[in-house]
Protein backbone atom coordinates (compact mmCIF):
# COMPACT_ATOMS: atom_id res chain seq x y z
CA UNK A 1 0.00 0.00 0.00
CA UNK A 2 1.36 3.56 -0.75
CA UNK A 3 2.42 5.35 2.29
CA UNK A 4 0.24 8.12 1.53
CA UNK A 5 -2.82 6.30 1.20
CA UNK A 6 -3.63 6.38 4.53
CA UNK A 7 -2.96 10.13 5.09
CA UNK A 8 -4.89 10.85 1.92
CA UNK A 9 -8.20 9.05 3.17
CA UNK A 10 -8.18 10.90 6.61
CA UNK A 11 -7.97 14.43 4.68
CA UNK A 12 -10.71 12.80 2.68
CA UNK A 13 -12.66 11.77 5.52
CA UNK A 14 -11.83 15.10 7.37
CA UNK A 15 -12.74 17.15 3.61
CA UNK A 16 -16.15 15.44 3.50
CA UNK A 17 -17.16 15.98 7.69
CA UNK A 18 -16.66 19.64 6.89
CA UNK A 19 -19.08 20.05 4.16
CA UNK A 20 -21.40 18.05 5.88
CA UNK A 21 -21.10 20.47 8.93
CA UNK A 22 -22.14 22.84 6.71
CA UNK A 23 -24.95 21.09 5.27
CA UNK A 24 -27.10 20.57 8.61
CA UNK A 25 -28.38 24.85 8.87
CA UNK A 26 -27.56 24.66 4.54
CA UNK A 27 -30.37 22.65 3.87
CA UNK A 28 -32.59 23.29 6.86
CA UNK A 29 -32.67 26.53 5.81
CA UNK A 30 -34.02 25.71 2.19
CA UNK A 31 -36.81 23.36 4.05
CA UNK A 32 -38.24 26.12 5.11
CA UNK A 33 -37.86 28.33 2.60
CA UNK A 34 -39.68 26.62 -0.37
CA UNK A 35 -38.39 22.80 -0.48
CA UNK A 36 -39.68 20.39 2.25
CA UNK A 37 -37.57 16.98 3.26
CA UNK A 38 -38.99 14.48 0.26
CA UNK A 39 -37.84 16.94 -2.50
CA UNK A 40 -34.25 17.39 -0.85
CA UNK A 41 -34.03 13.81 -0.77
CA UNK A 42 -35.14 13.72 -3.84
CA UNK A 43 -32.74 16.79 -5.43
CA UNK A 44 -29.63 15.02 -3.77
CA UNK A 45 -30.49 11.52 -5.18
CA UNK A 46 -31.06 12.57 -8.70
CA UNK A 47 -28.52 14.92 -8.93
CA UNK A 48 -25.78 13.05 -7.42
CA UNK A 49 -26.82 9.77 -9.71
CA UNK A 50 -26.41 12.86 -12.80
CA UNK A 51 -23.21 13.98 -11.83
CA UNK A 52 -21.81 10.98 -11.18
CA UNK A 53 -23.16 9.21 -14.38
CA UNK A 54 -21.52 12.69 -16.19
CA UNK A 55 -18.59 12.67 -14.37
CA UNK A 56 -17.73 8.83 -14.91
CA UNK A 57 -17.82 9.29 -18.52
CA UNK A 58 -14.15 11.27 -18.29
CA UNK A 59 -12.67 8.66 -16.18
CA UNK A 60 -11.70 4.46 -17.31
CA UNK A 61 -14.70 2.42 -17.61
CA UNK A 62 -15.15 -0.79 -15.20
CA UNK A 63 -16.83 -4.07 -16.05
CA UNK A 64 -19.35 -4.69 -13.72
CA UNK A 65 -21.42 -8.48 -13.56
CA UNK A 66 -25.26 -8.39 -12.78
CA UNK A 67 -24.53 -9.58 -9.32
CA UNK A 68 -22.86 -6.65 -8.55
CA UNK A 69 -25.24 -4.68 -9.96
CA UNK A 70 -27.57 -5.95 -7.63
CA UNK A 71 -25.43 -5.93 -4.66
CA UNK A 72 -24.94 -2.38 -5.76
CA UNK A 73 -28.90 -2.12 -5.19
CA UNK A 74 -28.69 -3.31 -1.40
CA UNK A 75 -26.15 -0.78 -0.99
CA UNK A 76 -27.82 2.14 -2.50
CA UNK A 77 -31.18 1.10 -0.01
CA UNK A 78 -28.67 1.20 3.53
CA UNK A 79 -26.45 4.11 2.35
CA UNK A 80 -28.56 6.02 0.63
CA UNK A 81 -31.99 5.87 0.75
CA UNK A 82 -32.78 4.77 4.65
CA UNK A 83 -29.89 7.31 5.25
CA UNK A 84 -30.90 10.22 3.18
CA UNK A 85 -34.71 9.55 3.93
CA UNK A 86 -34.26 9.29 7.38
CA UNK A 87 -32.04 12.38 8.22
CA UNK A 88 -33.44 15.05 5.47
CA UNK A 89 -36.68 14.19 6.64
CA UNK A 90 -35.53 14.21 10.47
CA UNK A 91 -33.88 17.51 10.16
CA UNK A 92 -37.18 18.83 8.29
CA UNK A 93 -39.19 17.65 11.28
CA UNK A 94 -36.71 18.76 14.35
CA UNK A 95 -33.69 21.32 14.67
CA UNK A 96 -30.27 21.65 13.53
CA UNK A 97 -29.09 20.86 17.30
CA UNK A 98 -31.16 17.79 17.74
CA UNK A 99 -30.03 16.19 14.58
CA UNK A 100 -26.39 17.06 15.11
CA UNK A 101 -26.63 15.60 18.66
CA UNK A 102 -28.01 12.56 16.97
CA UNK A 103 -25.86 11.67 14.98
CA UNK A 104 -22.95 11.13 17.01
CA UNK A 105 -24.87 7.82 18.10
CA UNK A 106 -23.60 6.81 14.42
CA UNK A 107 -19.50 6.19 15.58
CA UNK A 108 -21.15 3.85 18.20
CA UNK A 109 -23.49 1.90 15.97
CA UNK A 110 -20.76 1.39 13.49
CA UNK A 111 -18.17 -0.03 16.31
CA UNK A 112 -21.32 -2.21 17.59
CA UNK A 113 -21.94 -4.15 13.84
CA UNK A 114 -18.07 -3.86 12.79
CA UNK A 115 -17.74 -6.41 15.66
CA UNK A 116 -21.02 -8.21 15.02
CA UNK A 117 -20.63 -8.96 11.50
CA UNK A 118 -16.89 -8.15 10.39
CA UNK A 119 -15.49 -9.94 13.65
CA UNK A 120 -13.63 -6.31 14.51
CA UNK A 121 -12.70 -6.43 18.08
CA UNK A 122 -13.94 -3.82 20.63
CA UNK A 123 -10.76 -2.82 22.53
CA UNK A 124 -10.81 -0.86 25.16
CA UNK A 125 -9.13 1.96 23.23
CA UNK A 126 -11.66 2.03 21.13
CA UNK A 127 -13.87 2.09 23.14
CA UNK A 128 -12.31 5.22 24.97
CA UNK A 129 -11.99 6.54 21.71
CA UNK A 130 -15.40 6.62 20.68
CA UNK A 131 -16.36 8.31 24.11
CA UNK A 132 -14.12 10.80 24.19
CA UNK A 133 -14.86 11.60 20.43
CA UNK A 134 -18.79 11.68 21.34
CA UNK A 135 -18.19 13.61 25.06
CA UNK A 136 -16.21 16.77 22.74
CA UNK A 137 -19.45 16.48 20.02
CA UNK A 138 -21.93 16.84 22.65
CA UNK A 139 -20.25 19.86 24.69
CA UNK A 140 -19.01 21.74 21.29
CA UNK A 141 -23.13 21.16 20.53
CA UNK A 142 -24.73 21.46 23.62
CA UNK A 143 -22.38 24.72 24.69
CA UNK A 144 -23.16 26.19 21.78
CA UNK A 145 -26.82 25.74 21.02
CA UNK A 146 -28.91 28.92 20.98
CA UNK A 147 -24.97 30.80 20.29
CA UNK A 148 -24.20 29.74 16.92
CA UNK A 149 -25.08 31.48 13.92
CA UNK A 150 -28.59 31.45 12.41
CA UNK A 151 -29.59 31.09 8.90
CA UNK A 152 -32.79 32.80 8.06
CA UNK A 153 -33.97 32.30 11.56
CA UNK A 154 -33.61 28.62 12.08
CA UNK A 155 -30.87 28.85 14.94
CA UNK A 156 -29.84 26.59 17.27
CA UNK A 157 -32.25 27.21 19.95
CA UNK A 158 -35.46 25.60 17.72
CA UNK A 159 -37.56 22.93 18.94
CA UNK A 160 -37.04 19.56 18.66
CA UNK A 161 -39.42 16.37 17.61
CA UNK A 162 -39.17 13.60 18.68
CA UNK A 163 -40.62 12.11 15.54
CA UNK A 164 -37.61 14.15 13.31
CA UNK A 165 -34.91 12.77 15.97
CA UNK A 166 -35.59 9.12 15.52
CA UNK A 167 -35.84 9.69 11.70
CA UNK A 168 -32.11 10.78 12.56
CA UNK A 169 -30.73 8.14 14.55
CA UNK A 170 -32.65 5.52 11.81
CA UNK A 171 -30.41 7.09 9.29
CA UNK A 172 -27.74 6.31 11.85
CA UNK A 173 -27.88 3.14 12.42
CA UNK A 174 -28.56 2.37 8.55
CA UNK A 175 -25.66 4.01 7.19
CA UNK A 176 -23.49 1.93 10.40
CA UNK A 177 -24.82 -1.06 8.44
CA UNK A 178 -23.74 -0.38 5.48
CA UNK A 179 -20.11 0.57 6.56
CA UNK A 180 -20.36 -3.01 8.03
CA UNK A 181 -22.00 -5.11 5.47
CA UNK A 182 -19.95 -3.45 2.10
CA UNK A 183 -16.97 -2.44 3.30
CA UNK A 184 -15.33 -5.16 0.84
CA UNK A 185 -17.29 -4.90 -1.50
CA UNK A 186 -16.81 -1.16 -1.91
CA UNK A 187 -13.50 -1.68 -2.52
CA UNK A 188 -13.66 -3.34 -5.25
CA UNK A 189 -14.50 -0.67 -7.77
CA UNK A 190 -13.24 2.85 -8.40
CA UNK A 191 -15.19 5.78 -6.72
CA UNK A 192 -17.01 6.63 -10.01
CA UNK A 193 -18.67 3.05 -10.35
CA UNK A 194 -19.29 2.72 -7.13
CA UNK A 195 -21.45 5.83 -6.54
CA UNK A 196 -22.88 6.25 -10.01
CA UNK A 197 -24.28 2.52 -9.67
CA UNK A 198 -25.56 3.57 -5.67
CA UNK A 199 -27.20 6.65 -6.91
CA UNK A 200 -28.87 5.19 -9.89
CA UNK A 201 -30.47 2.52 -7.81
CA UNK A 202 -31.66 5.02 -5.28
CA UNK A 203 -33.42 7.53 -8.03
CA UNK A 204 -34.83 3.92 -9.24
CA UNK A 205 -36.45 3.12 -5.75
CA UNK A 206 -37.32 6.65 -4.80
CA UNK A 207 -38.87 7.86 -8.25
CA UNK A 208 -42.16 6.67 -7.86
CA UNK A 209 -42.68 7.83 -4.19
CA UNK A 210 -40.73 11.16 -4.59
CA UNK A 211 -40.72 12.00 -7.78
CA UNK A 212 -44.13 13.38 -8.34
CA UNK A 213 -44.04 15.50 -5.15
CA UNK A 214 -41.03 17.11 -6.45
CA UNK A 215 -42.06 18.36 -9.36
CA UNK A 216 -44.88 20.15 -7.86
CA UNK A 217 -42.55 21.58 -4.93
CA UNK A 218 -40.52 22.25 -8.14
CA UNK A 219 -43.42 23.97 -9.77
CA UNK A 220 -43.69 26.74 -7.32
CA UNK A 221 -41.11 29.64 -8.00
CA UNK A 222 -37.99 29.78 -5.65
CA UNK A 223 -35.86 32.21 -4.33
CA UNK A 224 -32.66 32.81 -5.37
CA UNK A 225 -30.96 31.83 -1.97
CA UNK A 226 -33.15 28.58 -1.81
CA UNK A 227 -31.69 27.28 -4.95
CA UNK A 228 -27.99 28.34 -4.46
CA UNK A 229 -28.19 26.47 -1.27
CA UNK A 230 -30.21 23.66 -2.59
CA UNK A 231 -26.88 23.60 -4.91
CA UNK A 232 -24.59 23.50 -2.23
CA UNK A 233 -26.58 20.47 -0.78
CA UNK A 234 -26.37 18.79 -4.16
CA UNK A 235 -23.06 19.09 -5.42
CA UNK A 236 -20.96 19.74 -2.49
CA UNK A 237 -22.98 17.77 0.27
CA UNK A 238 -23.60 15.03 -2.13
CA UNK A 239 -20.88 14.80 -5.12
CA UNK A 240 -18.05 16.03 -3.85
CA UNK A 241 -18.87 14.53 -0.04
CA UNK A 242 -19.50 11.23 -1.69
CA UNK A 243 -15.94 11.14 -3.95
CA UNK A 244 -13.93 11.73 -0.32
CA UNK A 245 -15.79 9.47 1.88
CA UNK A 246 -15.82 6.50 -0.54
CA UNK A 247 -12.30 6.97 -1.39
CA UNK A 248 -11.59 7.05 2.46
CA UNK A 249 -13.98 4.08 2.87
CA UNK A 250 -11.39 1.99 0.83
CA UNK A 251 -8.52 2.02 2.67
CA UNK A 252 -9.92 2.67 6.61
CA UNK A 253 -11.85 0.70 8.87
CA UNK A 254 -15.53 1.67 9.40
CA UNK A 255 -15.55 2.15 13.21
CA UNK A 256 -12.68 4.89 12.25
CA UNK A 257 -15.14 6.70 9.25
CA UNK A 258 -17.87 6.57 11.40
CA UNK A 259 -15.64 8.17 14.28
CA UNK A 260 -15.19 11.36 11.57
CA UNK A 261 -18.86 11.89 12.48
CA UNK A 262 -17.67 14.02 14.98
CA UNK A 263 -15.72 16.35 13.15
CA UNK A 264 -18.97 18.30 12.09
CA UNK A 265 -19.92 20.20 15.19
CA UNK A 266 -16.22 21.52 15.09
CA UNK A 267 -16.79 22.81 11.65
CA UNK A 268 -20.21 25.14 12.67
CA UNK A 269 -18.00 26.21 15.50
CA UNK A 270 -15.44 27.38 13.21
CA UNK A 271 -17.27 28.78 11.33
CA UNK A 272 -19.10 30.90 14.03
CA UNK A 273 -15.60 31.87 15.38
CA UNK A 274 -14.11 33.04 11.95
CA UNK A 275 -17.29 34.83 10.62
CA UNK A 276 -17.33 36.53 14.33
CA UNK A 277 -20.43 35.19 14.89
CA UNK A 278 -19.15 33.52 18.01
CA UNK A 279 -16.63 33.59 20.55
CA UNK A 280 -13.90 30.64 20.96
CA UNK A 281 -14.36 29.48 24.33
CA UNK A 282 -12.20 27.20 26.88
CA UNK A 283 -15.25 24.32 26.51
CA UNK A 284 -14.34 24.62 22.58
CA UNK A 285 -10.89 24.07 22.80
CA UNK A 286 -11.56 21.58 25.41
CA UNK A 287 -14.08 19.85 23.37
CA UNK A 288 -11.53 20.10 19.91
CA UNK A 289 -9.03 18.30 21.82
CA UNK A 290 -11.52 15.41 22.90
CA UNK A 291 -12.40 14.85 19.41
CA UNK A 292 -9.08 14.67 18.07
CA UNK A 293 -7.81 12.33 20.75
CA UNK A 294 -10.95 10.36 20.22
CA UNK A 295 -10.16 9.72 16.58
CA UNK A 296 -6.47 8.93 16.98
CA UNK A 297 -7.45 6.57 19.35
CA UNK A 298 -9.89 4.58 17.32
CA UNK A 299 -7.44 4.79 14.39
CA UNK A 300 -4.44 3.63 16.29
CA UNK A 301 -6.63 0.90 18.00
CA UNK A 302 -5.99 -3.22 16.67
CA UNK A 303 -8.21 -4.35 13.72
CA UNK A 304 -8.99 -7.55 13.38
CA UNK A 305 -5.90 -7.77 10.95
CA UNK A 306 -3.43 -6.68 13.45
CA UNK A 307 -4.77 -9.42 16.17
CA UNK A 308 -4.69 -12.46 13.43
CA UNK A 309 -1.20 -10.80 12.07
CA UNK A 310 -0.36 -11.40 15.68
CA UNK A 311 -1.40 -14.34 16.40
CA UNK A 312 0.11 -15.57 13.19
CA UNK A 313 3.58 -14.18 14.22
CA UNK A 314 3.06 -15.95 17.95
CA UNK A 315 2.57 -19.36 16.57
CA UNK A 316 5.69 -18.61 14.16
CA UNK A 317 7.86 -17.74 16.84
CA UNK A 318 6.70 -20.74 18.98
CA UNK A 319 7.40 -23.44 15.80
CA UNK A 320 10.62 -22.03 15.05
CA UNK A 321 11.51 -22.58 18.95
CA UNK A 322 13.92 -25.89 19.58
CA UNK A 323 12.24 -28.45 21.67
CA UNK A 324 13.58 -28.50 25.13
CA UNK A 325 16.06 -31.40 25.77
CA UNK A 326 13.86 -34.42 27.67
CA UNK A 327 15.04 -35.48 30.73
CA UNK A 328 18.10 -38.20 30.77
CA UNK A 329 19.12 -40.76 32.89
Not at 241 to 251: E, N, T
Not at 252 to 272: D, G, I
Amino acid sequence: MNNNKPLQAHLSMFGACAIWGLMAPVGKDAMTHGLDGPSMVMLRIMGGALLFWVASLFVRREHVPLRDVFVFAGAAVFGLVCNQCGYTIGLSLTSPINASIVTTSMPIFAMLLAALILKEPITSRKVLGVMLGCSGALMLILTSAGKLPSLGGVGGGSVGDIRGDLCCLGAQFSYALYLSLFNKFIKKYSIFTVNKWMFLWATVILMPLAGPHTLSVLSSPLSVKTILEAAYVVVFGTFIGYILIIGAQKVLRPTVVAVYNYVQPLVAVTVSVLAGLGVMKWTHAVAVILVFSGVMLVTKSRSRRDMEQRAAMASSDDCSKPASPGRQD
